[in-house]
């Protein structure tokens, strides 16, 4: 699969996001996905106002998370989001490094899809809305 | 104060919740006041569904929290949730005690206002609606 | 796949779980998962202390969910945890249901594996501790 | 109370920590001035790894937050925790302002004491390192 276009963060582990074993609780690297994915997603400009005023809400049906190695206190995170799939639906992959070692941590992916506020129904292939702006995204400037 | 109004719910302490102490994170805490706090409002009737419903919400303005003895996996909590105030604010109370031991581990408050949902205004006295269901509940059956 | 073993756990959805669409942020879903395998883990006796105990730690290395219905506000779920593997790993599945209706709203599952707290290396067989465990409550007395 | 010492942490709002009103969850803050007190504690240079070190826990006993005003998505916030008690106890207060028009919106504080890991015991005084450390810090060159 091509990466169509990348967007990253930098997040340093809190205390509060640790477990008794002294790494990141599993359930918080969602956390982290959203962050890097909010950055994709300006980038389209299409973040969650857009997709509101756009008419279309886009829950998420799928998660899948690889952890390959533990993340612990303080340590330097760089979670990377790159969009997979945007034509029927919204498909993110991300993968956390260590921002000083480059050591690539977890890996892992979210879809999403949307749903028309008026009717709640599914839309079986992504606004053009969205179309259009992840296609104006990717032939512009490069980043 | 008389405590007006009383309504408790039981909650088992997960591995989540846990910090590298190996007791609960004092961030969540405010979880477990919540489920507590949803049980009195149930009571009354006025709960975020009605409050809704009325045209008003409630943030919460104020929260105070005394961590006594420490939370541990496991263990089997019961939270207590009083009403103190209703007239003008929601002030609610709240007591954590070991289920078994009935040991009292935290206390804290929680105090709420109305904000008119039309105008965005603070009201500075309850909504009759809270006010009424609230005096109804008191002089109701005993609980 | 055969289920081996089920334990199940109801809650109750706070408010506090919900983000901007009334739905549960999808993040929150793994705390429901943990406290449902923790059912599963106590029916077995190898919980989080027996699994300290014995020199183990287990780390989750995967996490599948697949969102299939959204949960809402003082919906009553029941999560149930199934073992589906535990000979070199610990692969447990997740059902979660509307507790009235009984209808299906998400799937998911688990994965983890043995570390020898004293090594800080892969087992890559289960300790015999936890298979003599669960083919012990496997042959037990029916749940 | 004269502020011995301030260090600050600029967050940006995700989706995640919201709640169906459009706001933060009031139960989040404490997040945010979790990352605004390790900065602190850095700046001390006995932040969570030092305690361990000098064999002290810092459980919070005491917590309480205003919340003046919401806090939005995508709003860039900067938290401000300023030490205000070190001899006897750790006292921290936090003000979270709005990082571009500079409008308060919360205050807060947390008090945490030391205990002893080896009896179990509450110190009654800070224990000479953290005194030491934060006296160097104060006399130290201007932040």
Chains 1, 2, 3, 4 share one sequence.
């Not at 829950?59 to 390959?68: F, L, Q, S």
């Not at 945007?86 to 992959?93: Q, V």
């Amino acid at each position: 699969m091509i990466p169509l276009l990348t967007a990253s963060q930098v997040i340093v582990i809190q205390f509060n996001d640790l477990d008794p074993m002294n790494v990141v609780w599993h359930g918080n690297y969602l956390r982290y996905f959203e962050a890097a994915r909010s950055e994709l997603l300006n980038k389209v400009n299409y973040n969650y106002g857009e997709m509101q005023e756009s008419g279309y809400m886009w829950p998420i049906v799928d998660v899948h998370i690889k952890y390959i190695r533990p993340l612990r206190l303080h340590q330097r995170i760089r979670i990377e989001a790159t969009l997979l799939e945007y034509e029927n639906r919204l498909k993110i992959g991300y993968k956390i490094y260590d921002d000083q070692t480059n050591q690539l941590l977890t890996k892992g992916s979210t879809t999403q899809v949307a749903i028309n506020q008026s009717t709640s129904e599914l839309e079986f292939r992504s606004p053009p809305l969205l179309i259009e702006r992840v296609e104006g995204t990717i032939q512009g400037p490069i980043q």
